[in-house]
């Protein structure tokens, strides 16, 4: 069975040279280093181990700026755990809300968790009843406490093996305006190719349907990622194999009168779109066009647009990464910020092959590509692997799965 990848000088002047052609070259220089210089990136926790370890998932924000994410492992158990960082003056307190047990409970999430009403938390893991995974709700105490030890109470609302599905991989789930969630398994359904399943309310319970079963043909297989949800209730997502090419593919499931008919927008892989087996998922803007990365073949990767058009959606390739020493282009999605410019990191990309955060201004027809910072390990950590989010002052956060310590961190990068 096909596996998903896991979770890495100036030319010398001489004494001819003019005076206008130094000042060109020193001018080159500044535009060049000037994006470094104006990035701070701060880290805002850096796990020990018992209060998590490889947070996969990257951050959510809620409306007064305190973030939530889970950990891959670590915690009392090893399992891994949900955590928040409380904003505490300029710092943020870190605050276990559950820690995995394993067996019914799940354990080691890599996706994060979505905020719902009453500030419920939604997320998958792994595990479960049947080890296929679950997925979750976390709902605050019902009165106030005083105490940062205050527990969350979990709830199982769906076994992902009662739906034939299996291995939730990255993402959080989408949730619609009744508060139905939607998300993915990487395995499971036909031959082990990956499903989308929905978990709704139904009475005082949730209950759990399945709504495609990829097939690892021209429909895709393997999807790595949690989908996304436009204004009609249509889901998009991408898939890490299968499509036309082999290489993954961006799918829509379109809402019908008669249940969900899924359609192929693009395959990776094809002469005119990029190398694929993306494990990153989609956003889309008010006008309805989808941005994404890709993972990439190990030698390159891209971002790239998908625009509705009369003739079916229309594939254009923003940037192409060039890879070596076995990094990764984009595992978590992008964001986009004011003026239609999009963030997003690579994992094992960048000046010390250590993962980047970049950035995509759009200029006219072409895209401008900024360096934006460059992970050293030196208390920064590695490898960033989350989905993106920006605040409404414009800072980005995100995490890595790895440190000095071996154990991963939140950051924050300011403009």
Known sequence: MEKLPPAKTLPLLNKSETVVTLLAILLLVALICQPMQAQTL??????????????????????????????????????????????????????????????????????????????????????????????FSLQPPFSFCRSVSCPWFHNVLYDLASGSGAAPFYGQPAIDAVGNLYATTGFGGISDYGTVYEVSHSGSGWTGTTLYLFQAGADGAYPAHSVILDSEGNLYGTTGGGGGYGEGAVFELERTASGWAEHLLASFGAPDTCAGYTLSGLIMDSAGNLYGGTTGDGTTACVFELSPSPNGSQFSVLYTFTISNGGQGPVGNLVMGANGTLYGTTQGLGAFGLGNIFNLTPSGDSWIYTDLYDFRNDGDGQYPTGDLILDSEGNLYGTNIGDSTGRGVVWKLTP
Not at 59 to 81: E, F, H, K, Q
């Open 42 to 135: 701060t880290v805002l926790h850096q796990f020990t181990g018992p209060d998590g370890l490889s947070p996969y998932s990257g951050v959510t924000i809620d409306s007064v700026g305190d973030l939530y994410g889970t950990t891959y492992g670590g915690g009392a158990t090893g399992n891994g755990t949900v955590y928040e960082l409380k904003r505490n003056g300029s710092g943020y307190l870190h605050k276990q809300l559950h820690v995995f047990a394993g067996g019914d409970d799940g354990e080691q999430p890599y996706g994060g968790v979505v905020i719902g009403q009453f500030d419920v938390l939604y997320a998958a893991s792994n595990g479960g009843p049947a080890n296929s995974g679950t997925l």
